[in-house]
């Protein structure tokens, strides 16, 4: 009997299994064929290009892992955080680069860890704030500036458009920013926190377990990756208008949701985000190399960050069986 | 949203609190600008400006400088601008409702604007369009005060011809990069690019992305269709805007293309900015075309102030538009350097 009920449980357990790893394989070829297939895919400059297009959304996204990680899903305000960073650094450039660096810096920790601070501490929805942050913000930053664009009057921020080796500066601190952030995930105290509090933020609460500060710090640490695309931004394209973070809140979310991290906590990781990043990057560069205009890239990433959602779904519904 | 008690409600109080402050300190009526201004007055006379909002520095501009110029004729401006085109629908509804003297409207979406446009002519409301047209259904309702879209398309194929030929080059690939195709203003550009492109054949377009009037997405564009033409590939590039061209600018630049010059990418631009005339003066940009929001406003307030006196104004007008290169940068600055 107890063999008979082990073969039935087993084959629950490996039927959402198969399922999951079945639509992973089943979506690995969908994307792989027509890659491969793609003239002028396998470049060089293409594989640059690539990664330059992934760097501004990436760096958001990696940050905005450990926001959904510790259980506050997702911040609707990141686009005007970044827009008014971007407008902050642009702003003081006559004051010298590493001056407008650290204002731009602060400016982004601050305006994410105050949200931070209202969802740890006093248990905020954080859609609901981050949709009244998002207003306040972009509203203030409209006021203060008229409308206008924000030019600067010296050009110290030109060295950020660098590219060594080939690569903008971007990149490298894309890639820094993931080690960072997944190092911190790994292999502190408050990153395997984020963890516990995100899978169940009552139990962690009960426990002990600091929620406030572990919330306020996943949040600043993500106001710091939206700040760092804010400056890259503005160094980018050499001023900041108010619609300059343009699409940056759902494109993270996409990323991050690509890489397989639940949009309920407690699961993921920054290396799966910046796969994802890379991944929603390789289907608009494939996509544009065949032709498709921009409305399809927009509909298959639409439907990619559907297929990814589903299949953490089966793979959590499995966890829980 | 706040599931504790005293500190959610203190916190939300001190939000209302500081929004009645905000509220009670700003706001204040801007006062009339010194000179310029019409004698006209026209006191008593109400005008809904369903226009673009001033989170877009070009609609910034435009409504500061409408309103300024209107302020002195005592004609009282409703500010009812957006960037959202569904948000615009609401408030042109909203406009015919209040029933003004006049509705000044900068349309988002030309196909969703039509039923509010016949609503306000079925009310008896006239409406003034400007800068982009209406809907061909509607076109015959309304006056219009409208940016030359088709001339400032001719002037940025003007600019890669010269550009190209100037370089000595007997062929040259061209990727354009569009505000939103659908958008007849977008459409009319192309048209007049396509007109003059027609007139040197050895130059043609082998990319054209929309990408949507916006900056970031021009600048992700751009990367990948250089990499999937490579240096050799494209001699020519045309965003739709200054601040879609520069993007391209510097994709190319981190890409190793040379800018300008004797052989390098010729980039051209259009509704004119200042930094696009910084990249002028830089030797990166070649060139673009005015549609700056001044120009445009200016004309329209004129027109309004005619309309209001009874003058009978024609009933639509062309705003003058001209090519900016680097052989007249200088004469276009100022015009070119508020947005």
């Known amino acids: 009997m107890n063999t008979a009920d082990d073969s039935e449980g087993a084959s629950r357990r490996w039927r959402p299994r198969a399922v999951a790893v079945g639509l992973a394989v089943l979506l690995l070829v969908l994307l792989l064929v027509p890659a491969v297939t793609t003239p002028r895919f396998l470049t060089l400059d293409n594989a640059r290009a690539i990664l330059a297009s992934a760097a501004f959304v990436g760096i958001t996204s990696v940050g905005a892992t450990m926001v959904m990680i510790a259980g506050s899903g997702v911040s609707l305000a990141t686009s005007q955080i970044a827009t008014v960073v971007a407008m902050l650094f642009l702003g003081p450039q006559h004051l010298g680069l590493w001056t407008a660096l ?15 601070a209202v969802i740890g501490f006093w248990n905020a929805d954080p859609i609901v ?25 010296a050009r110290g921020f030109d060295v950020l458009n660098a590219t060594p ?49 572990v919330t306020v710090i996943a949040w600043a640490v993500s106001g710091a990756c939206v700040a760092l695309t804010g400056i890259f931004l503005a160094s980018f394209h050499t001023s900041a208008t108010v619609t300059l973070g343009g699409t940056l809140t759902l494109d993270a979310i996409a990323a991050v949701l690509v890489g397989g991290t639940a949009i309920s906590g407690g699961h993921g990781s920054a290396v799966r ?6 991944l929603i990057s390789v289907i608009s560069d494939v996509l544009l190399l065949r032709g498709y205009s921009t409305g399809v890239q927009i509909l298959v990433k639409g439907v990619l960050v ?8 089966v793979r959590a519904t499995r966890g829980r069986r | 949203m706040f599931r504790t008690g005293s500190p959610g409600t203190a916190l939300a109080a001190g939000t209302l609190a500081l929004t009645l402050l905000t509220t009670a300190c700003g706001g204040q009526a801007a006062a009339p600008p010194s000179g310029g201004a019409s004698a006209t007055s026209l006191s008593g006379k109400t005008i809904a400006l369903v226009g673009y909002g001033n989170s877009n520095p070009w609609g910034a501009y435009f409504n500061k400088v409408f309103t300024e110029r209107l302020a002195p004729t005592g004609v009282r401006v409703g500010d009812m601008t957006t960037m959202d085109p569904g948000t615009q629908v609401q408030k042109f509804n909203q406009a015919v409702a209040q029933k003004p003297d006049l509705i000044v409207t900068l349309i988002l979406d030309t196909t969703a604007m039509a039923v509010p446009i016949k609503k306000a002519t079925a009310a008896g409301i006239p409406v003034l369009a400007v800068d982009g047209p209406p809907d061909p259904g509607v076109a015959d309702e309304v006056m219009s005060v409208l940016s030359d879209n088709e001339k400032l398309g001719e002037y940025a194929a003007q600019n890669i011809v010269e550009g190209l030929k100037a370089q000595g080059r007997d062929s040259g690939d061209i990727i354009v990069l569009t505000g939103t195709k659908s958008m ?22 082998v990319e054209e992305q929309d990408a949507n009037w916006d900056p970031q997405l021009s600048g992700t564009i751009a990367q990948q269709l250089l990499a999937k033409h490579g240096k050799d590939g494209v001699q020519a590039a045309y965003g739709m805007a200054d601040y879609m061209a520069l993007p391209i600018i510097q994709a190319a630049k981190q890409a190793g293309f040379a800018i ?47 309309y209001l006196a009874g003058e009978n104004p024609p009933r639509s007008e062309t705003v ?3 090519r900016v290169t680097a052989a007249n940068v200088s004469r276009f600055a100022e015009q070119c350097s508020h947005a």
Not at chain 1, 130 to 150: H, K, L, P, Q, Y
Not at chain 2, 184 to 205: D, E, N, S
Not at chain 2, 278 to 283: F, L, T, Y
Request: net charge positive; proline share 3%; with cysteine.
């Open chain 1, 129 to 153: 704030l981050t949709i009244a942050g998002g207003f306040a913000i972009g509203g203030a930053a409209t006021w203060f500036s008229g409308g206008s664009t924000v030019y600067p009057a």
């Open chain 2, 320 to 322: 003058r538009e001209e």
């Open chain 1, 102 to 116: 650290l204002i731009a810096l602060a400016a982004g920790i601050a305006l994410s860890a105050a949200q931070g």
């Open chain 2, 260 to 306: 300008g010059g004797k052989d390098g990418l010729i980039v051209t631009g259009g509704n004119c900015f200042k930094a696009g005339i910084d990249s002028i003066k830089a030797g990166e940009l070649y060139g673009t075309a005015t549609e700056d929001p001044g120009t445009i406003a200016e004309q329209t307030a004129a027109y309004v102030v005619r």
């Open chain 1, 165 to 213: 080796l080939g690569l903008p500066l971007a990149v490298y601190v894309l890639l820094a920013v993931t080690v960072l952030v997944e190092g911190t995930l790994r292999r502190t105290t408050a990153g395997r926190q984020m963890y516990l509090v995100g899978e169940n933020r009552a139990a962690a609460r009960a426990a002990g377990l600091p929620v406030g500060r």
């Open chain 1, 306 to 313: 559907l297929a990814v959602v589903v299949l953490v779904h």
């Open chain 1, 273 to 278: 985000t910046l796969g994802g990043a890379v």
């Open chain 2, 184 to 205: 007849l203003v977008t459409q009319h550009r192309m048209k007049g690019f396509a007109k003059v492109l027609a007139t040197a054949p050895q130059y043609k377009v």
